[in-house]
C-alpha cells in the first residue's frame, strides 16, 4: 500500500515562531487533507488539499501533487497550535491512509 | 449539533465483554468509516461501508464487526474484548462527489478494556 511518511516527528517552538512541517507519500492521490489532533484527541480538518496551495489564516498549504509531497506552514505560532499534525492521503480506489504524525509543542 | 457524533465518548469495560461503538452522521454522505488510533501512531481503517448493502474490512478488522443499519448510522462491535483492543476510535464519512470536503471525523471514543 502507499506510503506516508511525516517529518519531523517532533517539534519545540517557542511562541511566535514560524515552522514547516513536510508530508511525503509513494504513490499518486486523490485526495490529502492535513489535521490537527488537539489534546483532548480531536482532530480537526484543516485543509483539503491534493494540489495547489491554500491559506486559512496563519496556517497556509501546499501540495506538490506530481512530486509527491505537502507543506504545512504554521506562522506566528501560538500555545493553542500545539498538538499533533497528521497529513493523509487517498489514492485512487483506496482509502485514505494517515502518516504517523507530527508532535508540536508551542511554548510560551 | 455535529455532523458526525460518537457515543459513548468514553467506556471501561471488562475484558471479554461484548461492546457496541455507535457512529451518526447528518451530512447525507453515503461512505463511512472506522479506524482505530494507538497512543503515538496515525489512525488505521478498521471497517468501511460504500453504503447501506456494501461492508468491507480494512487493514486490522480482527476481532471487530460492524453493522450498516442506515445510511446515517454505522457500529463497531467488539464481540470480545481485549486488553489490547484499549484505543481511541474514530468515525468518518466522505463524498467523493462533495468536491473540496475531504473526509469529516467525528470526536472519537476512547475504549479502555481492562
Known sequence: GI??????????????????????FSDSVNNLQWFHQNPWGQLINLFYI??????????????????????????????TDSGVYFCAVEPAGNMLTFGGGTRLMVKP | DADVTQTPRNRITKTGKRIMLECSQTKGHDRMYWYRQDPGLGL?????????????????????????QAQAKFSLSLESAIPNQTALYFCATSDPAAGSYGYTFGSGTRLTVV
Open chain 1, 3 to 24: 506510503q506516508v511518511e511525516q517529518s519531523p516527528p517532533d517539534l519545540i517552538l517557542q511562541e511566535g515562531a514560524n515552522s514547516t512541517l513536510r508530508c511525503n
Open chain 1, 50 to 79: 491534493p494540489s495547489g496551495t491554500k491559506q486559512n489564516g496563519r496556517l497556509s498549504a501546499t501540495t506538490v501533487a506530481t512530486e509527491r509531497y505537502s507543506l504545512l506552514y504554521i506562522s506566528s505560532s501560538q500555545t
Open chain 2, 44 to 68: 488505521r481503517l478498521i471497517y468501511y461501508s460504500f453504503d447501506v448493502k456494501d461492508i468491507n474490512k480494512g487493514e486490522i478488522s480482527d476481532g471487530y464487526s460492524v453493522s450498516r
